[in-house]
């Protein structure tokens, strides 16, 4: 059974700590200060935001005054939709580095593969950024390079021109909506799948399967869907602004749900909404 301080490990063998704590929507200054402390001080080894959160600094910040060495913790962030392509995504590295104020980075993702700016030509774009982030990993300014909502196509298509295969595909990831396709293709390559939106952005607490497994484990839904991600050996990303859920999202290690039940909740559709398609997105 998996403690908090269990990791899975990347295909360049870097070890992640298999619970991370998502910024998405924690606002910049004492908000997404305090959370990330609160996730931080509760046991949280592994905390994940993004250019387009807006809130790097304040996750420096806490990471710095929480009193852990910098080694100690797994810190993610994104590269924005407007800086796809070398000499863009060098600068916005840069810019990610100051707002934290850190030395390196542990993991680094292209955020989106096709945004509104680069619709005509991304597999351009992709190429581009990725050749950044090859150099940046080689460098040693970032321990592991990946991808965030990529489908197979988009994968095809990087491959064509990358040297190092990404070591994450972050997607959305919850009973009711399992990308089957995507987690086939990233298992195949050994690309390591991240669960962003665990919860269905809240959609989870309305489920009637997800009520009564509550009831059956005597756990709440978020610990049932949270402790399912990591049964389906799938990384959950779960985001909170709440101390106690904060604390209660990562109290996942002294139970285990039953292969039935995995299974039965992997069966869901259509309860938790559908991730976005990446190639007609707004932004």
Not at 67 to 83: H, M, Y
Not at 237 to 248: F, G, H, N, Q
Not at 252 to 270: H, I, R, Y
């Amino acid at each position: 059974m998996k403690s908090a301080k269990d990791t899975f490990t990347l295909n360049n063998n870097v070890e992640i700590p298999c619970v991370g704590f998502g910024t998405w929507q924690a606002e910049e200054g004492e908000t997404a200060f305090q959370a990330v402390k609160t996730a931080l001080d509760a046991g949280y080894l592994h905390i994940d935001t993004a250019a387009g959160y807006g809130n790097e600094k304040s996750v420096g910040r806490a990471v710095k005054e929480s009193g852990l060495p910098r080694e100690a913790v797994f810190i993610t962030s994104k590269l924005g939709n407007q800086d796809h392509g070398y000499k863009e995504a060098l600068a916005a590295f840069e810019k990610t580095m100051n707002n934290l104020d850190m030395d390196y980075l542990d993991l680094y993702l292209i955020h989106w593969p096709n945004p509104l700016k680069y619709r005509d030509n991304w597999q351009q774009a992709n190429a581009g950024t990725w050749k950044a982030f090859e150099e940046l990993y080689e460098a040693g300014k970032i321990r592991s390079i990946g991808i965030s909502n990529f489908l197979p196509h988009h994968i095809d298509a990087l491959m064509e021109t990358a040297r190092i295969k990404p070591m994450v595909n972050q997607i959305k990831l919850c009973p009711g909506e399992t990308q089957q396709d995507v987690v086939d293709y990233c298992r195949k390559q050994n690309i390591l799948l991240e669960a962003y939106s665990p919860l269905g952005t809240g959609e989870i607490f309305d489920v009637p399967e997800m009520k009564a497994l509550s009831e059956k484990y005597k756990k709440t839904i978020a610990q049932i869907a949270l402790k399912w991600s990591l049964q389906m050996d799938f990384l959950p990303l779960p985001k909170s602004v709440t101390a106690s859920r904060i604390r209660e999202n990562i109290d996942l290690f002294d139970f285990e749900l039953s292969q039935e039940d995995v299974k039965m909740l992997a069966g869901l559709t259509d309860c938790c909404g559908k991730a976005t398609d990446p190639d007609s997105t707004s932004f």
